[in-house]
């Protein structure tokens, strides 16, 4: 079992920059590949950025390569999203995801998921 907890949401004007935070519980995290989903009213959950359990292999969205990096550090149980160059097209929702091993985009294949993270950019 794993357990997230998201932080670093906000309120920014466009140009602006963001780091979130997923930290997650249990000695397991080494395990897991993470994912970040946003979701934004009316809209689908998009994956925005994955990487794998050791952080050899990431992705990251066409809406936002460039601007986001995933990270992750196994020794503090913590995976980040660094946003860079926010544009009010962001604005939503952001969830951290776990998931086995390989990166996924696929919100039905991560089974742990946090509470989300409000990130707002303003124009």
């Known amino acids: 079992q794993v357990q997230l907890v998201e932080s670093g949401g906000g309120l920014v004007q466009a140009g602006g920059s963001l780091r979130l935070s997923c930290v997650a519980s249990?000695?397991?995290?080494?395990?897991?590949?993470m994912g970040w989903f946003r979701q934004a009213p009316g809209k689908e959950r998009e994956c925005v950025a994955a990487?794998?359990?050791?952080?050899?292999?990431?992705y990251s969205a066409d809406s936002v390569k460039g601007r986001f990096t995933i990270s992750r550090d196994n020794a503090k149980n913590t995976a980040y999203l660094q946003m860079n160059t926010l544009k009010p097209e962001d604005t939503a929702v952001y969830y951290c995801?776990?998931?086995?091993?390989?990166?996924?985009?696929?919100?039905?294949?991560?089974?742990?998921w946090g509470q989300g993270t409000q990130v707002t950019v303003s124009s």
């Open positions: 995801a776990a998931r086995g091993v390989y990166i996924s985009t696929i919100p039905r294949s991560y089974n742990h």
């Open positions: 249990g000695r397991t995290f080494s395990s897991y590949a």
């Open positions: 990487i794998s359990s050791t952080g050899g292999s990431t």
